[in-house]
């Protein structure tokens, strides 16, 4: 296409990714009321287990509709994330080989639901995770939190956790391109057995190790399936590498004596 036409494509897809934008804000907008309540409900929880102080603060005038307008925008983005990541697909894969189209878009189709996974399995570890945080506050004191900070918290929490399922994601991309090998990754095997452990043991939604089980089995067994097939996938290119050169030696070896017959 020329450039006039790429950038009439471009537009269109930001178009449609607009819409879908919107579409998802005014449905967070109409779902704020309901999922604040359940966000907060950790607070609350805490004023009632403890005996303390523990409340959100709306510190401005505008405080409460800004925090609005942002949770709208964050679950405007979310929902529709499946309409705006294809909508880059759709646009950069016509310079695409076939081969690469079909990568990109096995990628594209378990990127999205790992990381909508992510984002639950950080809404289910919430309540924990505020609620051990907090208990470092000294005996008298209360948790007057700032609404903002509070949002900002969960959100960046519930997005950590939907990168983290994007690992895995992550891990075989880098070894389909080359740069890293299966091997080298499981070398790594024990850190981060203790990493997700310790993570696991904080974020679990229970005090007991079943809870904790619960959220670090299946972080690891995204973890090591992807290594499993990256090692897969080493193994293959290994082979069609070997058979290549087996190939150009067997070739070369019978193109000597033909040139030889060719020059007598």
């Keep these: 296409m020329s450039l006039k036409?790429?950038?009439?494509e471009l537009r269109n897809r930001?178009?449609?990714?607009?819409?879908a934008l919107l579409a998802g804000a005014i449905a967070g907008w109409i779902l704020y009321d309901q999922l604040f309540a359940d966000i907060s409900e950790p607070i609350r929880k805490i004023s009632r287990d403890r005996g303390v102080v523990a409340t959100l603060n709306f510190d401005g005038v505008s405080t409460s509709f800004?925090?609005?307008?942002?949770?709208s925008l964050f679950l405007g983005v979310l929902i529709s994330s499946p309409v705006w990541i294809y909508q880059i697909w759709a646009f950069v894969t016509p310079g695409l080989t076939r081969k690469e189209r079909k990568y990109t878009l096995?990628?594209?189709?378990?990127a999205i639901p790992l990381f909508l996974a992510g984002v639950y399995a950080g809404w289910l570890i919430l309540p924990n995770i505020v609620f051990a945080l907090t208990s470092f506050t000294p005996s008298?004191?209360?948790?007057?939190?700032?609404?903002?900070?509070?949002?900002?918290?969960?959100?960046?929490?519930m997005l950590f956790m939907g990168i983290a399922f994007l690992v895995p994601v992550v891990l075989v991309a880098l070894n389909s391109a080359r740069l890293v090998r299966g091997k080298t990754m499981l070398k790594g095997?024990?850190?981060?057995?203790l990493a997700v452990t310790i993570v696991s043991a904080m974020a679990a939604p229970g005090a007991d190790?079943?809870?904790?089980?619960?959220?670090?089995?299946?972080?690891?067994?995204?973890?090591f399936g992807s290594i499993g097939l990256c090692i897969l996938n080493d193994k293959r290119r290994d082979l069609r590498e070997a058979?290549?050169?087996?190939?150009?030696?067997?070739t070369a070896d019978t193109g000597t004596p033909l040139n030889e017959l060719g020059n007598l």
């Design 5 to 8: 036409e790429h950038l009439v």
């Design 14 to 19: 930001l178009f449609k990714s607009a819409l």
């Design 66 to 71: 800004d925090l609005k307008i942002q949770m």
């Design 106 to 110: 096995a990628y594209m189709f378990s």
């Design 140 to 157: 008298g004191g209360s948790n007057i939190i700032h609404a903002t900070d509070y949002l900002q918290f969960v959100t960046q929490l």
């Design 189 to 193: 095997w024990r850190v981060t057995i």
């Design 209 to 223: 190790a079943f809870s904790m089980f619960f959220l670090a089995v299946p972080l690891l067994a995204l973890y």
């Design 243 to 250: 058979k290549r050169v087996e190939e150009t030696d067997a």
